[in-house]
């Protein structure tokens, strides 16, 4: 290196290193060179550093500021299974649907996996719409209308087990993203927040460290930021903080949480307490035995199945639904002791650690424990109001469906604490 390009390296690096325009460097605005190396990015001798706005808006989501919280049952354990005692633990900042995942949102899946992929997926991929078979009650008609007839096309998907949940996430993150990719025009701008760019002749910062090239155009590839993260089934954690929704009642400056909610709304009631509604239900539950909407002339939640995934309030998170409707699926497997074993950031129970299930004699039947249970949360349209509050917890098998569970997604908040 001749002594004028050193000095060159030099000036840059230092002023790199001071950060001497425009503050210090961050994700958005990495500079033009290196400040730790003072090499200039994008060239053939730097690293290919690509353009990025933070990452895109997910379809469906609600972003879920995440802190310090107490999980665990704030209900008496009527059940006395004592398996979600009060811990404190903090959870990272994350997205969520704000609704549960609709029947045409499972309609569309249908349409796509039958167009892409082979009929045995497809048929595997289809709810199991006997679930509203019951020997003793006539809900016949559900069987055949309630996932295809345009009248329950906002009602909560049923009948999808937990792994049909989770084929459904994998759909949806490549849906999304090859979605995306076709905003993307020549210049790199998309509605995804111009992520992508087609490479041009001599132009060797078009692409990002790791990407490869395929007809002149940058593949999708993590370094770009062009892909929003998986869609996924959130954790039981995540799910119980996003259910509290205690932002609601946090005072600003004030870190200390003063208030803490049997429901995912304020008070010990399931009745709306304010307004021109005072009075109504707040969710869609069983209220007591053989009442499942009140009178006719003056109903009540006014749903005797599942309800429109809009109705109710939403909680101070913007989420619908978070208690009754459906129950909903999360990641974790099931263990009574999950409370006391889990780490107490961001925690999640996965198979295969701890708490073997040899220890549980299901063979023996002593147990319905094993790897193959998956914890559900939230109370339903046919839950009584305990299994309303979002300590509450029961399981089944992961691939077991019924009438009373449904799912929504969550993704990671990639690059950010807020």
Not at 147 to 164: A, D, E
Not at 172 to 181: D, M, Q, S, Y
Not at 223 to 243: F, K, V
Not at 387 to 395: D, E, H, I, K, Y
Request: hydrophobic residues 35%.
């Amino acid at each position: 290196m001749n002594f004028s390009k050193y000095l060159r390296f030099a000036v840059v690096g230092a002023c790199a290193l001071a950060a001497c325009k425009g503050g210090p460097p961050t994700a958005q605005k990495p500079g033009k060179y290196s400040s730790t190396t003072g090499i200039e990015y994008n060239t053939e001798e730097g690293m290919k550093v690509a353009d990025y706005q933070g990452i895109p808006d997910g379809p469906g989501l609600v972003f879920i500021e995440g802190g310090r919280t107490v999980l665990g049952s704030a209900e008496e354990d009527v059940a006395m299974t004592h398996d979600n005692l009060e811990r404190t633990v903090t959870l990272a900042s994350f997205y969520m649907d704000e609704a549960e995942v609709a029947n045409i949102h499972w309609l569309e899946y249908l349409h796509f996996v039958r167009k892409d992929s082979a009929e045995e997926f497809y048929l595997s991929a289809l709810p199991d719409t006997t679930v509203w078979a019951r020997e003793l009650s006539f809900n016949d008609p559900y069987v055949d209308y309630y996932l295809r007839y345009p009248g329950f096309r906002y009602f909560p998907v049923v009948g999808v087990s937990w792994l049909q949940a989770n084929d459904y996430c994998t759909w949806r993150t490549a849906k999304v993203n090859e979605r995306l990719a076709g905003d993307a025009d020549d210049s790199g701008s998309s509605s995804g927040g111009g992520l992508f760019k087609r490479k041009k002749k001599g132009d060797a910062g078009a692409a990002a460290e790791g990407t490869s090239e395929d007809g002149g155009k940058a593949k999708v590839a993590i370094e770009n930021g062009n892909t929003l993260p998986n869609y996924r089934l959130p954790t039981e954690a995540e799910w119980e903080y996003a259910a509290q929704s205690l932002i609601g009642t946090q005072e600003t400056g004030n870190e200390n949480q003063e208030n803490k909610r049997i429901y995912p709304w304020d008070g010990r009631q399931v009745r709306n307490s304010y307004g021109k509604k005072m009075g109504q239900f707040l969710a869609n539950f069983k209220r007591g035995r053989g009442d499942y909407a009140g009178i006719a002339g003056s109903l009540n939640d006014g749903a005797m199945i599942t309800e429109y995934v809009y109705a109710y309030p939403p909680n101070d998170y913007g989420l619908y639904n978070m208690a009754g409707n459906v129950n909903e699926w999360v990641q974790d497997i099931y263990r009574p002791l999950s409370f006391e074993d889990v780490e107490d950031l961001n925690p999640f129970r996965r198979n295969g650690f701890l708490d073997p299930s040899e220890k549980y004699d299901k063979k023996g039947y002593q147990s319905l424990i094993d790897d193959h249970v998956r914890v559900y949360k939230g109370g339903s349209w046919r839950d009584v109001a305990y299994w309303l509050s979002p300590g509450t917890r029961r399981f089944m098998a992961e691939d077991s469906a019924t009438a009373t569970i449904g799912f929504r997604c969550a993704m990671i908040n990639a690059g950010s604490n807020k």
